[in-house]
């Protein structure tokens, strides 16, 4: 029963935001597009060395506030999670890993989540960090003031938190809940100084912050430069540079000036950009997967069959009439690969590459659909191009218009701003919106089961265009399964009746290249994230 490129990719790139990863054990060398990253030992391992030189990078930093309450998860994910630590870490493949938390559970009847938490971390200014501030600092995320994405998740699991001793932290869930929500890596789970900010405010510490991660605070002039200092001192591996200066670069032509001066060492630039920037003597790391695009297909989910596209076969039509390779190669010049179902990343448990196989081009076989729904001339339908976002995003919606109108569909283009469409979609579905698609740059790599709830399910879903009673019930029921090796079959079961019923148009997986200089050696890589932050740690030095 239902209860109650470019795009992303530009827009990374007019902030000079670094799409990279976390500590883990998968280091990227110089690629090509589409290329794997090769495997190598784990980068930022404790030597005898200490850390030495200087970078510049060009980082990310949104709105400028560096407390993630206040902050979206950009200027987390790309400056903030270089200072701040996490109660989890995640691998290259996906799998959770202790960070300030060094072991946690689920009880038996799935109602509490115990972090135990890791003994002898300070802070930057030497005091202890324990689970005061961590039931502090959850406590701030989950409040309804806070905007971090994916806080909402956590919120709408969790009862309360409980200070069980010093070292122990556990959270109360309202419904049984087996596995982790969206994104215990980011910053919902970040760890601030409980003591340090009640004494002196949230707004002396949002201007000399103090975290406990592997980077320490220098100095920080808002929104525009952050001068970090590798913390000796830190639990866990050094980072092998002793300065980390992220500036703020937003313009693409004046980052590419840049590398090739020598005045940045890192920073995310275009695929059109790279060959020059070789041939300049520079390097090229290419991170996999970092955005995902994403069609969602809106229809009338009270009377469905007065839209066409409330025909399961006319939505597979549009997926059978995108020709995605022809995206990848032409629009993002091989820096990407066709998406095979949204949200489910290779990565994450609840993907089976057996099972989950690429939708070919074939025009001809989406006519067939169409006639057999009823519509053997077509039907017409509106793509939503979004303006502001990128020039990349209105290049693949307009590659997309010309493939559904060689198949017979009658598209057309709709220019909105962001704003107008997240209206229309939220916090109900809009007639507006009905038989329409709009095409989505959306975070890549998504691992967390979370993800699909808040795609598909028809209240919970922020497109909110499921019909389909068993595709809730298998979505709310997922997280709520003891055993896992039935819980990632329910899963798997899940994901193929949503790709089956095809609510969203999977497009591509983006990756993103960055212009290095020759003073870096490896990077290491976690397929999808932009905890870019935490990925300064482990850049090693140039030979």
């Not at 701030?140 to 009862?159: C, H, N, P």
């Not at 022809?326 to 089976?352: K, R």
């Not at 209105?394 to 909105?416: D, F, S, T």
Request: glycine share 8%; hydrophobic share 40%; charged share 20%.
């Amino acid at each position: 029963m239902r209860s109650g490129s470019r795009a992303l990719f530009l827009v990374a790139l007019l902030v000079g935001s670094l799409l990279l990863v976390s500590c883990t054990t998968t280091s990227t060398t110089p690629s090509q597009p589409g290329e794997t990253p090769k495997s190598s030992p784990p980068v930022g391992t404790p030597t005898a060395t200490k850390p030495y030189g200087s970078l510049t990078i060009s980082g990310n930093f949104g709105n400028g506030v560096l407390d993630p309450q206040g902050d979206s998860g950009t200027v987390f994910n790309g400056v903030a999670s270089a200072f701040l630590d996490t109660l989890i870490d995640v691998s290259s493949t996906g799998k959770e890993l202790p960070a300030l938390a060094e072991r946690w559970e689920f009880a038996k009847d799935g109602m509490t989540l115990t972090f135990y938490i890791r003994r002898g971390v300070k802070f930057h200014d030497g005091s202890d960090l324990t689970g005061a501030d961590v039931k502090f600092s959850l406590e701030r995320m989950f409040d309804a003031k806070s905007i971090y994405a994916g806080a909402a998740v956590w919120r709408g699991a969790v009862a309360r938190v409980d200070l069980i001793d010093a070292y122990t932290v556990a959270l109360r869930m309202k419904t049984p809940q087996f596995e982790f929500m969206q994104g215990p890596e980011t910053g919902v789970t970040a760890v601030l100084p409980k003591k340090y900010i009640e004494e002196k405010g949230i707004e002396y510490w949002l201007k000399n912050p103090i975290g406990s991660g592997p980077w320490k605070v220098v100095k920080y002039e808002t929104g525009e430069r952050l001068d970090l200092e590798a913390n000796e001192n830190y639990w866990g591996a050094l980072p092998q540079f002793k300065n980390l200066n992220v500036i703020k670069v937003p313009d693409e032509s004046t980052r590419v000036a840049m590398l090739k001066t020598g005045e940045l060492d890192l920073a995310v630039v275009s695929p059109d950009t790279t060959a020059a920037l070789k041939a300049a003597g520079l390097q090229i790391f290419s991170s996999k997967g970092g955005n995902q695009y994403t069609g969602y297909v809106f229809q009338d989910i009270e009377r469905p069959q007065d839209t066409p596209v409330g025909d399961v076969r006319n939505r597979k039509a549009l997926t059978l009439a995108m020709n995605r390779k022809e995206i990848v190669d032409n629009i993002f010049q091989g820096y990407a690969s066709p998406t095979v179902v949204y949200p489910a990343s290779p990565g994450a448990y609840f993907f089976d590459a057996n099972l989950m196989k690429l939708d070919p081009y074939d025009p001809e076989q989406a006519k067939k659909l169409m006639a057999e729904a009823g519509y053997p001339n077509g039907f017409s339908t509106r793509i939503y191009d979004t303006t502001g976002v990128s020039a990349v995003l209105n290049m693949v919606n307009a590659a997309v218009e010309g493939y559904w109108r060689k198949a017979g569909i009658n598209a057309q283009l709709v220019p909105v701003t962001y704003a107008t469409i997240n209206a229309l979609r939220r916090p109900k579905n809009d007639p507006q919106i009905f038989n329409s698609v709009w095409f989505y740059p959306a975070t890549g790599g998504n691992l967390a089961f979370a993800r699909m709830v808040l795609t598909y399910h028809s209240v919970q879903g922020s497109p909110r265009n499921n019909t389909n009673p068993k595709l809730d019930e298998l979505l709310e029921k997922v997280p709520t399964i003891a055993d896992p090796a039935e819980r990632k079959r329910l899963a798997i079961e899940t994901v193929l009746m949503a790709k089956n019923e095809y609510l969203s148009l999977p497009m591509v997986d983006v990756d993103v290249p960055q212009g290095a200089s020759k003073k870096i050696g490896e990077i290491s890589n976690f397929y999808g994230s932009d905890l870019w932050g935490r990925t300064y740690k482990t850049i090693t030095h140039g030979k």
